[in-house]
C-alpha cells in the first residue's frame, strides 16, 4: 500500500511540477509588464475569456491526472476494491469473458473520451483567438469607413482607433495560441499515461491468458 501510495503521488507531482512550470512563466511574463500590457491592449476582454478557459481546463487537467494516478496505484497493488475505477471494471469484465482485446478497447475509448474534452478545450482557446484577431480587423477597418475628412485632427483619430483594433487583433491570436499550446502539451501528457497503463494492463492479461 506504501508503494501505491507513492506511485500515485508521483503521477500528481508530475502534474503539479509541470503546473507549477507553468505559472511560473506566466509570472515572469506578468513581472516584465506583457500579462498587463496585453490585458489593457485587448478591449474585446476575448483574452481574458481565454486565460478563464486555460483555469478551468487545468483543474480538470489535474483532476484526470488523479483519476490516472489511482488507476495506476490499484492496478499495480491489485486493490479492485474501488469498483468505480476503469482498472476494476476491467479486471472484473474479464473474469466473465476472455476477449481481452474488446475490453482494452472499450476502455481506451473510456479515457479518450475524459482526455477529449481537453482537446475540445484547446481548440475553442484557438477559436477564440481567431475570432478576436477578425474583431480586431473590424474594429481597425471602421475608422477608415467613417472618416470623413482628411484633417490632421481627423487622421490622427482615426489612426488612434485603428491601431487600437490592431492590438486586440495581435493580442487575442496570441492568447488563444499560447493557451491552446499549453493545453495541448498538459492533455498530451495525460494522453500518454493513459496509453502506458492501458498497455500494462494489455500485457498483464497477456502473460495470465499463456
Do not use: C
Amino acid at each position: 500500500m506504501k508503494l501505491n501510495a507513492q506511485n500515485q503521488s508521483l503521477g500528481l507531482l508530475r502534474s503539479l511540477l509541470l503546473l507549477v512550470l507553468i505559472i511560473f512563466g506566466i509570472w515572469i511574463l506578468n513581472e516584465r509588464g506583457l500579462v498587463a500590457v496585453v490585458m489593457e491592449g485587448d478591449k474585446s476582454k476575448i483574452s481574458v475569456v481565454i486565460a478563464i478557459l486555460w483555469i478551468f481546463s487545468s483543474i480538470y487537467w489535474l483532476y484526470l491526472s488523479k483519476v490516472i494516478s489511482t488507476e495506476r496505484s490499484s492496478f499495480e497493488g491489485m486493490d479492485f476494491s474501488n469498483k468505480k475505477l476503469i482498472v476494476s471494471k476491467f479486471f472484473n469484465s474479464l473474469k466473465e469473458t476472455e476477449n481481452k482485446d474488446i475490453l482494452i478497447n472499450a476502455f481506451e475509448s473510456e479515457f479518450e473520451k475524459k482526455i477529449s474534452y481537453g482537446v475540445i478545450a484547446s481548440d475553442i482557446a484557438l477559436k477564440l483567438g481567431l475570432l478576436g484577431t477578425i474583431i480586431g480587423f473590424i474594429l481597425m477597418l471602421r475608422p477608415i469607413a467613417e472618416l470623413n475628412s482628411t484633417s490632421p485632427e481627423d487622421l490622427k483619430i482615426a489612426l488612434a482607433s485603428m491601431s487600437s483594433g490592431m492590438a486586440v487583433a495581435l493580442y487575442t491570436t496570441l492568447t488563444g495560441l499560447i493557451v491552446s499550446t499549453l493545453l495541448r502539451i498538459q492533455f498530451h501528457v495525460i494522453a500518454i499515461w493513459s496509453i502506458s497503463l492501458l498497455n500494462d494492463l494489455a500485457f498483464y492479461t497477456e502473460k495470465k491468458i499463456e
